[in-house]
């Protein structure tokens, strides 16, 4: 960053202040000078030790930002998307079920993962759900229940597979 000297040599302060208008911290003509020179460290560049030639502070803060920025959007974009509903009652034995959610998925790599909700013990019954195969879409897919128990709900859980 260049310096003006077109703005430094206004900010010189010529003094001297009268003795009326001095304060009792120091003299104005010692507190103009102070300001006068903080506002001359400001506008010159300032060199990091250790930074390559003519990187300034603003600079360098603006690569750590940018550097910090990257870091975030890749942590969030290796969050992998989901979709859910709330729990949906199930009919007693063997039943397709349509899923479909409004904001579509990046593609069709995604797992359905569901939780069966009931208070019945059926200990010799076995029952259980599944992808129908081809019914998967960006928007939805078709899961097929089966020996599906009398007073069960299911709730599920889609999840993308992250494939890198």
């Known amino acids: 960053m260049p310096t003006n000297t077109t703005v430094l040599n206004a900010l010189q302060f010529s003094g001297p202040v009268p003795p009326d208008r001095e304060c009792s911290i120091g003299t104005l003509t010692q507190i103009l000078q102070g300001a006068v020179d903080f506002l001359l460290l400001a506008t010159q560049t300032q060199q990091v030790p250790g930074s390559p ?3 300034s502070i603003a600079q360098q803060a603006l690569q750590v930002a940018n550097t910090a920025l990257a870091a975030a959007q890749a942590a969030v974009a290796a969050i992998p998307a989901t979709r859910s509903d709330v729990a949906v009652a199930l009919p007693t034995g063997d039943s397709t079920l349509a899923l479909s959610w409004t904001e579509p998925l990046a593609d069709t790599n995604y797992v359905v993962l569901g939780t069966y ?3 019945t013990t059926n200990v010799g019954t076995y ?3 599944r992808v129908i195969t081809g019914t998967q879409t960006i928007n939805g897919c078709q899961v097929r229940f089966e020996n599906t128990p009398a007073g069960y709900s299911w709730q599920y859980l889609v999840q993308a597979v992250m494939t890198s």
């Open 53 to 55: 030639t003519g990187d």
């Open 127 to 129: 029952f259980n759900f």
């Open 117 to 119: 909700i009931g208070s």
